[in-house]
């Protein structure tokens, strides 16, 4: 399995004179004849679920497998822009229970992540490719959302942490570079400035360390310029 592809292999049935049916994600493929099969043009950090039936004659299908893969993740480069719209939270580790996306309170798009609030659970990015050049001009940026702080009469409180060893799990080389408090009822930019990191491949970490509600949503995650044109649609 790489980022763009797949090889698959399986065990032509004996009854399968016609072949095997074949679905990738739903859709319809050419009928397979062996026992093999190449997946290419895939998109990185995304599920693929397969469908094999064997056409044992009459059109019996009932003789069925399904198997699930994800292709592998690319590091992160400038410029970088996700908004948990698509498939690619699947290359940010995080525990389920902790965080999750939600198709509501998004800054942009349908779909927003969030933490109801309980310290010691991470969201980890992908490796990010910090530019050799990067200077203070260079940001790794989230919009962040203090829901119902107002409400609650309480900050919404997170740390931000780096690890230069690019680990994909929250562990002892995480470094916490920010601990903040926010409030309010609209979304506000967060930014950390990559200039420090400059020619190295790191990760960085968010921890909601707010004792309960309220909760805080991020969205829009991005590694940009700040002095590129920023477009609104």
């Known amino acids: 399995i790489t980022t763009t592809g797949a090889d698959m292999t399986f065990d032509m049935p004996a009854c399968a004179t016609d072949g095997v049916r074949f ?17 290419t043009n895939l998109e990185p950090g995304t599920v693929y679920t397969i ?18 893969f994800m292709t592998e993740c690319v590091n992160i480069t ?18 389920h229970m ?35 050049d990067a200077d203070g001009n260079i940001v790794f940026e989230f ?4 829901l119902n702080s107002t409400y609650y009469g309480t900050d919404v409180t997170f740390k931000l942490y780096v690890s230069t060893e690019a680990s994909l799990e929250f562990d ?14 609209d979304y506000m930019s967060i930014k950390l400035n990559l200039a420090p990191y400059a020619g190295q491949n790191i990760t960085i970490a968010i921890e909601n360390t707010t004792n309960g509600s309220p909760y805080l949503f991020i969205d829009d995650i991005a590694v940009r310029s700040t002095l590129a044109p920023v477009v609104t649609l």
């Open 51 to 68: 469908h094999l039936y064997s056409l044992c004659g009459d059109g019996d299908t009932s003789y069925a497998t399904t198997a699930q």
């Open 143 to 146: 919009y962040a959302l203090p």
């Open 78 to 95: 400038l410029p970088y822009l996700f908004d948990f719209e698509g498939d690619h939270a699947n290359c940010y580790n995080y525990e």
């Open 172 to 185: 002892s080389t995480f470094s916490v570079v920010m601990d903040t408090a926010i409030s309010g009822n």
């Open 98 to 132: 902790y965080w999750r996306t939600e198709a509501s309170n998004a800054h942009s798009g349908n779909i927003a992540f969030y933490s109801s609030g309980s310290t010691g659970h991470y969201v980890v990015t992908p490796v990010i490719e910090a530019p050799e």
């Open 23 to 39: 679905l990738i994600n739903g859709e319809e493929q050419p009928v397979l004849t062996s026992g093999s099969y190449s997946f």
